[in-house]
């Protein structure tokens, strides 16, 4: 009910070429009956060879309604079709608005294929409901009002015939078509999104399942939901033969009435013989308005479901501070770079109030400090604490190595400080004032990342590289790539800085896509430095040389430098050691190794592996 509320809301901001669009709906089938009835009721007095002026105004009726339901049909499709489509790119614009701040959180349980499911086959679904289930039944009601009331001008029970008939066909057999079809447009609906998962599920792991001798359980499952959904298709589509049957046979029935009882009202003499075709002919097409309203409970239940499934990911919720705003916010890859240009930072120090969100606080350039304040956190009020008790500060220009073992809350604490989630103990600030206390959009404005996998656009290099900085001169694009060691790879390429890259930059080596990721974050010129194992999974060439452009990018940033790889520490200024969520070393690589602790054996270990 929630959701039929909102695709309801939608629609109605539209409501005067909704009402034109219903309008013209109501006229087209009307035209439709007039052509009919005067047909019928040229042939009739025809029949009695009257003179033919007499016949003219009929004639001129006939091509008037011929003419007129092709003009009003096509207006009417076009203005419904303008209508649904208006409704649907806000219905994409809207989700699109509200899932962007929820990734990852709230995405990061759903499958990317399931996520594009909703995105595409979802919001299609949605054009239904106006031009199949809102629509019908309002064009219906009024087409019988005013059929109604012109046959109540021969004889008040031809109008009750009609009445009778338009409810059993247009109220009944619906409802006999949902007892009969209940559930199966809400399975059709998770079917598509299955078939979808497993479609791309069979592509993107179309190695491992060969190489495991897979792809032949792969297909009998493919097959199996395959073959599910074209039974559910199948049952629909003899629901709908049905339907149309038995609205047929009403509409038939119907005018047989009207017939018999218009026979028997000239027998009587209070109607004239001629009326009797027009009448029954103009009762059968009026039905044109009933045939479409038996599938209005199936399509609801499609658009029920598809709008369920598209509130279910923007429903906001409640954060710990009280506020209605959503719960994580969301940054990824490519979020980090700025489709916009990177604003001058200086700006950012005379203007402490954010103009596009106003109260909330701009960064200063000239106070940059980070610190975590006896901070914990966990991804679930169910799951253990991931952070525990963290607490360090970096000084503005500083550098911080966070080494540990796998899972002990490195990139946790990476994540927090992009506010792709908010810790639930302590406090994390940066200058004077608590993160949140920042524009999100201000906030990630001064932090660069770089990741083990940095995002590529299916774009040629150059438009990847504008990602970062959209004004970007070609002279400062090459300049950047120069110094990430690229540009003369880019200029070996027959395309130069035009060459595609391929989805997800697959045409590129592992260091080149770190290397254009370096490139962007140069562009970028980010203040904060985040590099998240930027090196990590390269052969050990390629790994110390990327290593080199990586060490060059922290000249005069505050870095947070996240490494399984201990060489190179010495340069930085402090080393957190984690395990287990807890800080338990700290200190210079040299006093780590003085110290011989934890962290001394792990350089040991590393070295002795190196
Ligand atoms: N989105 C998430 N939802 C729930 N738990 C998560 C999520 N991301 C990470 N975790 C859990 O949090 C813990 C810390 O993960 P984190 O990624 O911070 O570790 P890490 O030290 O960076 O590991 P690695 O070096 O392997 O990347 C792990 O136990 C992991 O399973």
Known sequence: MKSIGWLTRLMLAYWPRILLALFLSVLTITSHIGLMAASAYLLARAALHPP????????????????????????????????????????????????????????????????????????????????????????????????????????????????????????????????????????????????????????????????????????????????????????????????????????????????????????????????????????????????????????????????DRLLDLMKPEETKDGRDRKKHDYNRENDKIRHEDSREHEDSSKNEDSRENPGKLIPRADNLKLSFQEVSFRYEKTEPWVLKDVSFTIPQGSKVAIVGSSGVGKTSIINLILRFWDCEKGEISLGDHSLPEYDIEELRRIIGVVTQKTYLFNATIKENLLLAKPSATNQELMDTARQAKLHEFITSLPNGYDSYIGEGGFKLSGGQR?????????????????????????????????????????????????????????????????????????????????????????????????
């Open 52 to 307: 033919i002026l007499d016949l003219m105004v009929t004639i001129v009726g006939v091509r008037f309604f011929g003419l007129s339901r092709a003009v009003f049909r096509y207006l009417e499709r076009y203005l419904s079709h303008d209508v649904t489509f208006r409704v649907l790119s806000q219905i994409r614009v809207k989700f699109y608005e509200q899932i962007e701040p929820l990734a990852p959180a709230r995405l990061g349980g759903l499958r990317s294929e399931d996520l594009l499911s909703r995105i595409v086959a979802d919001v299609e679904t949605q054009q239904n409901f106006y031009l199949r289930v809102f629509a019908p039944p309002i064009a219906a009601f009024f087409v019988l009002i005013g059929y109604g009331i012109f046959l109540a001008n021969y004889d008040i029970r031809l109008s009750y015939i009609l009445a009778a008939c338009f409810v059993i066909a247009g109220v009944i057999v619906p409802w006999l078509v949902k007892r009969l079809g209940q559930g199966i447009g809400a399975q059709i609906i998770f079917l598509k999104a299955h078939l979808n998962t497993q479609v791309a599920d069979g592509l993107l792991g179309m190695t491992e399942l060969l190489s495991y001798h897979q792809v032949g359980d792969h297909l009998i499952k493919f097959r199996e939901t395959n073959d599910e959904l074209i039974e559910c298709e199948r049952k629909i589509t003899k629901l709908a033969a049905f339907s149309a049957a038995l609205t047929g046979l009403i509409a038939n029935l119907g005018m047989w009435l009207i017939l018999v009882l218009g026979i028997l009202l000239v027998e009587k003499g209070r109607l004239n013989g001629v009326n009797l075709g027009m009448l029954a002919l103009g009762t059968l097409s009026s039905f044109e308005a009933v045939f479409p309203l038996a599938l209005v409970p199936h399509h609801l239940e499609q658009n029920l479901v598809s709008a």
């Open 514 to 610: 770190q290397r254009l990721a370096i490139a962007r974050v140069l562009l970028k010129n980010a203040p904060i430095l985040i590099l998240d194992e930027a090196a990590a999974g390269l052969d050990s060439i390629t790994e110390s040389e990327v290593l080199n452009e990586v060490y060059r990018l922290m000249e005069g940033r505050t870095t947070i430098l996240i490494t399984h790889n201990f060489s190179g520490l010495e340069i930085m200024d402090e080393i957190l050691l984690l395990k287990e969520g807890r800080i338990i070393e700290r200190g210079t690589h040299a006093e780590l190794l003085q110290h011989e602790g934890a962290y001394w054996e792990l350089w040991k270990r590393d070295r002795f592996i190196n």
